[in-house]
């Protein structure tokens, strides 16, 4: 009876272990998101080629933008598949390989959710930056419309008031972000690095003691 139950443990403790193979089928699910996003990007920058004649530079500019959005989003999604697979369920083994990211020698969970965090800020800015030259473009096609007796005075003021909220409630959403990043980084600084000064500390302290 005494012998079975260790052995008992040690099974649980296995199969406790094996569990985190059942995250892989997630980031393979993500990889399929990312070939989703590979044909996304090529639909939009050949609308962009296609339409490139005919149209002005600011429309350049939101087609542009949203291609580097897809662009960082597929990024994010690389360091959630590469880093999580990493962490949470088994080693990649790709010590030596050339195209080894850098960050990926020294991953955990802490550097994993600063990373994503920084991501996301990038990502936001993008939105943000679109917002805003959208709006400027919106403000110019008002003032036509106006103009051309399509839309009263009234009804442009609404439409602007609108926007210029819907832009208020993005800067306050990046804002959470930038200060989110900043609250993890500092974190992470207050988790992990303490320990590793103790470390040298005690390392450097050694052989003077021994002497």
Not at 4 to 25: D, E, G, N, V, Y
Not at 162 to 183: D, K, N, P, R, Y
Not at 188 to 203: A, F, I, V
Not at 205 to 210: C, F, R, T, V
Request: proline share 4%.
């Amino acid at each position: 009876m005494q012998d079975s139950q260790p052995k008992f443990r040690r099974t649980l403790s296995s199969m406790i272990f094996l569990s985190r193979w059942l995250q892989a089928p997630l980031y393979f699910g993500l990889i399929v998101a990312q070939s989703a996003y590979v044909w996304h990007f090529m639909v939009e920058l050949f609308h962009l080629l296609h339409e490139v004649p005919g149209i002005t530079e600011e429309k350049i500019m939101l087609s542009v933008l949203g291609l580097i959005d897809v662009v960082m989003i597929a990024n994010l999604l690389i360091m959630v598949i590469i880093g999580g697979y990493e962490t949470f369920v088994s080693r990649l083994d790709l010590k030596g390989h050339p195209d080894q990211p850098e960050w990926l020698s020294h991953v955990n969970a802490g550097i994993l959710k600063v990373k994503l965090a920084m991501a996301l800020i990038g990502i936001s800015s993008i939105h943000l930056l679109k917002s805003f030259i959208a709006v400027g473009t919106e403000s110019t096609a008002l003032s036509t419309a106006i103009k051309a007796q399509n839309m009263t005075p009234e009804q442009a003021q609404l439409t602007m008031n609108i926007s210029e909220h819907s832009l208020l409630w993005q800067v306050m959403i990046h804002g959470i972000f930038l200060f989110s990043a900043i609250a993890l980084a500092w974190i992470d600084r207050l988790t992990y690095q303490p320990s590793g000064n103790h470390g040298e500390k005690k390392g450097a302290g050694a052989p003077s003691a021994a002497h």
